[in-house]
C-alpha cells in the first residue's frame, strides 16, 4: 500500500497500480480500487497549464498556512509554541522547536494597515484552524479545538460562533448552533456566502460517509437544519469547502478520480 501511494505520488503510475493490485490481492482492508482507477486514467489525461504557486516570503521552515481573507488580505496562521508551563514562546522555527510541549495554530488578519495575531479573549489555549467572517461584520465561524480540555468532544475540532474586538481577540465564543456537541459528531472549515445566507461545512461522525459536505440556509428564525450534499459527497472525505464568488464552491475530495490527497 505505501509503495502503491509513494509511486502514485511520484507519477509512477504503472508501478502504482501494481503495488495496489497486490495489496489487493492480499487483503481487503482499505478499498484501493479507485486508486486503481485513478492510475489508469491519469496517464491519458492532457496535460494542463497551471498557474505557478509560490510560498509567501514570510514562511519560515516550520508550518505556516494560510485561508481565507479579510479585508481582501490573506487570513495567515502560524504554529505558535508553549513549554511545559504552558508559557508561550512563540512563532515554532527550528530554533525554539525543541522547547515546544504543546503547538497552537493560531490566526493573523490584516487590519488598521498591519497584520494581527488573534487570541482567545479568555486566554483559553485553543488552536483555531479555519476563520469565515459574515460579510461586513466582526462576527466569524471558526474552527477551533482545545488539545488540553477534559472533555474528548472539546478536544476534537468543532465550529464556534466569536466575535472579533476592537483590540484584535476573540470573544463571545459559543458553539455554532449545528456543532458536533449535540450528537457527538466534529465539525469544521464553514464557508460563508458572499450574501450571508448560506453556510456550507465539513461534518464527521457515525451518520456521515467520512467527512461529508452539510448546507444550512439562514432564515427569519435563525440557521435551518443542515442538510447533506448528497451529490458532492462520496464514500470519501470532501473538506475544506470555500465560496469563490457567489456561484463557485470548490473543495477537496480524496472519493473521486483525481491526483489523491486532500
Known amino acids: 500500500l505505501i509503495s502503491g501511494d509513494v509511486n502514485r505520488g511520484v507519477g509512477n503510475y504503472s508501478k502504482a497500480i501494481e503495488s495496489y493490485e497486490k495489496y489487493q490481492s492480499l487483503t481487503d482492508e482499505e478499498d484501493v480500487s479507485l486508486k486503481i482507477k485513478s492510475c489508469r486514467n491519469i496517464v491519458n489525461w492532457d496535460d494542463q497549464e497551471h498557474v505557478a504557486f509560490g510560498e509567501l516570503p514570510k514562511n519560515k521552515k516550520m508550518a505556516d498556512l494560510t485561508s481565507g481573507t479579510y479585508n481582501g488580505k490573506i487570513i495567515h496562521f502560524n ?20 522547547s515546544a510541549e504543546l503547538l497552537l495554530s493560531q490566526p493573523s488578519i490584516y487590519n488598521e494597515g498591519k497584520y494581527h495575531s488573534i487570541f482567545m479573549k479568555d486566554s483559553s489555549l485553543a488552536s483555531i484552524t479555519s476563520i469565515s467572517f459574515l460579510p461586513n ?83 427569519d428564525s435563525g440557521w435551518s437544519t443542515p442538510k447533506q450534499l448528497d451529490k458532492l459527497n462520496t464514500d470519501g472525505d470532501e473538506m475544506f469547502p470555500t465560496f469563490s464568488g457567489d456561484s463557485l464552491l470548490y473543495f477537496s475530495s480524496n472519493g473521486r478520480v483525481g491526483y489523491g490527497g486532500l
Open 137 to 219: 461584520s466582526k462576527k466569524a465561524l471558526i474552527t477551533a479545538s482545545y488539545p488540553l480540555a477534559k472533555s474528548a468532544i472539546k478536544r476534537a475540532p468543532n465550529l464556534y460562533w466569536a466575535t472579533m474586538t476592537k483590540d484584535h481577540l476573540f470573544d463571545k465564543v459559543i458553539p455554532f448552533e449545528y456543532s458536533g456537541f449535540a450528537d457527538t459528531t466534529s465539525t469544521a472549515h464553514a464557508t460563508v456566502h458572499p450574501n450571508g445566507n448560506i453556510i456550507i461545512f465539513t461534518k464527521i461522525g457515525e451518520r456521515t460517509r467520512n467527512g461529508d459536505l452539510y448546507l444550512t440556509e439562514k432564515t
Open 79 to 98: 504554529e505558535i509554541g508553549f513549554d511545559k508551563m504552558q508559557d508561550m514562546i512563540g512563532v515554532v522555527q527550528s530554533n525554539n522547536s525543541v
